[in-house]
């Protein structure tokens, strides 16, 4: 008897759950959902890069290990990240049940449950986005088609779009709408050519009733790509079906992007979404503390949104920092430390001690259980890699030590090494909340230890 994806994904849970602790378990493992099973072998999704790392390097071989002994032969085992997902059907089951070729692809795209119309916040600069969106999802492909929405980033582009889809879903659940972005788009293309299943590709591309596709810049230069995008859009446009775009700038502006697309993506409706105004930037802050039910006073939603004007990741990144520190030095959320953070003062300010970075070193090594001498070696395990931007990450924050200071402490690092990982882990702590937890108890940790 062929297992399907989801009977083997519960019992290597099941094996699992007995023998892992269970924070572990319910971070690790328990999310884990099935993607595929093919001949290429079984992939599971995981949320985020973060999580796809320890859980493959934690748990890689003992879930190969069950997988074998369950379908007796070695089946290799991937883990592939998919960001804000919806609980997926079990769509193997259904192929088990039908001959392969009549089944249609039907995979629900994995949309992050927050992106919705009722999330969105209008205001001036995107209240003409917003409604043609609006528009397409009350009377999708009628309106204007396509749909070309453009912005610098953090604007919410894709937000826009995934509430679109959340839309077309809530009218009709079984809708055959494909959310993607262009470099998954470009990915899928590139694995069905080479796996000779171009087959599947048309009949997924084609055979949808809407494609929201996100960051088309991304195809810039990629001629081939570009030409089955062109015969994808006809195909769909012809056939009235959705189509909405979502792109960095606008069409006429796209370099080393086919003619004929361009005058493709200019042919129906095209807007973009400016930076907030102000009034905008504070009704945005608001609204994601009133969610997660945090008090934030009025004129520390104020103060943030009239010094972050222009990016609205980092806008609501700011606010999580504030929430962060109030945590970690344990004072209220108020203008005044508001303003240290900011202003990145920090380390004198909120600390009542200067902080020293070897105390950082050990609390993040000891919480994330990587070794002190490894994490200070050139050891690029992505484990390990984590544990060393984070430990760059607090010793900006709450040390006096400069950027090339940081990185002679750790393993005589390079000064853009220091910057890049600063980068990256202010980045996750708005994207990832893995990120935010464990930095947010480190933080804790480093105070109280
Ligand atoms: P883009 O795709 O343009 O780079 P996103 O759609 O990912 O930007 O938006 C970045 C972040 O800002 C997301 O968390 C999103 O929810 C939020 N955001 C953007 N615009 C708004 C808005 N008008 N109201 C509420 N949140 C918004
Ligand atoms: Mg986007």
Redesign the pocket.
């Known amino acids: 008897m062929k297992l399907s994806s989801a009977e083997i994904l519960d019992a290597i849970k099941d094996e699992l759950k007995a023998k892992v602790a269970r924070p572990k378990f319910d971070l690790l493992i328990s999310p884990l959902f099935a993607v595929s099973d093919d001949e290429d072998g079984l992939t599971l999704g995981v949320e985020n890069a973060v999580l796809r790392g320890w859980v493959a390097e934690q748990y890689g071989k003992e879930i190969s290990a069950i997988v074998e002994r369950l379908v007796g032969r070695r089946v290799e085992v991937a883990f592939t990240v998919v960001p804000g997902r919806v609980p997926l059907p079990d769509q193997t089951q259904a192929a088990d049940s039908l001959p392969p070729k009549a089944v249609k692809p039907r995979l629900r795209p994995l949309l992050n449950p927050?992106?919705t119309f009722d999330?969105?916040?209008?205001?001036p600069a995107?209240a003409f986005a917003y409604s043609a969106a609006r528009g397409v999802a009350e009377k999708p492909g009628i309106i204007y088609n396509p749909l070309f929405i453009y912005?610098g980033?953090?604007?919410?582009?894709?937000?826009?779009l995934q509430s679109i889809a959340h839309h077309l879903f809530s009218a009709n659940e079984s809708a055959d709408i494909v959310y993607i972005t262009a470099e998954k788009f470009m990915n899928e293309f590139i694995f069905k050519v080479r796996s000779g299943r171009m087959h599947e590709f048309h009949a997924k591309f084609r055979g949808c009733d809407g494609l929201l596709i996100d960051d088309i810049h991304i195809l810039a230069g990629k001629t081939e790509t570009q030409g089955e995008f062109f015969n994808t859009f006809n195909y769909l446009h012809e056939t009235n079906k959705v189509i909405v775009i979502?792109c960095d700038k606008p069409p006429k502006e796209l370099r080393q992007m086919d003619e004929r697309l361009v005058s493709r993506f200019s042919s129906g409706l095209v807007t973009d979404?400016e930076p907030?105004a102000l009034e905008?930037r504070i009704a945005?802050l608001q609204?994601k503390a009133a969610r997660e039910n945090i008090y934030i006073p009025e004129e520390v939603c104020t103060f943030i949104a009239e010094n972050i004007t222009s990016n609205?990741?980092v806008l609501?990144g700011a606010l999580i920092k504030l929430l962060a520190y109030s945590g970690y030095a344990a004072q209220p959320v108020t203008l005044d430390l508001a303003r240290r953070v900011l202003k990145d003062l920090l380390p004198e300010t909120v600390s009542v001690q200067p902080m020293s970075i070897n105390t950082i070193v050990d609390v993040t090594c000891d919480y994330l259980k990587v070794n002190r001498a490894t994490v200070l070696s050139s050891n690029r395990t992505k484990k390990i890699a984590f544990a060393r931007q984070v430990i760059m990450y607090l010793a900006r924050e709450l040390t006096n030590l400069s950027l090339v200071q940081v990185g002679s402490e750790l393993g005589d690092r390079d000064h853009s090494t220091v910057i890049y990982s600063c980068q990256k882990i202010e980045r996750d702590l708005v994207e990832d909340p893995y990120v935010q937890a464990t930095v947010q108890n480190i933080l804790r940790l480093v105070k109280t230890g």
Do not use: A, D, Q, Y
């Open positions: 927050l992106f999330n969105f916040v209008v205001g995107n912005s980033s953090g604007l919410g582009k894709t937000h826009l979502t979404i907030p905008t945005i609204k609205i990741r609501e």
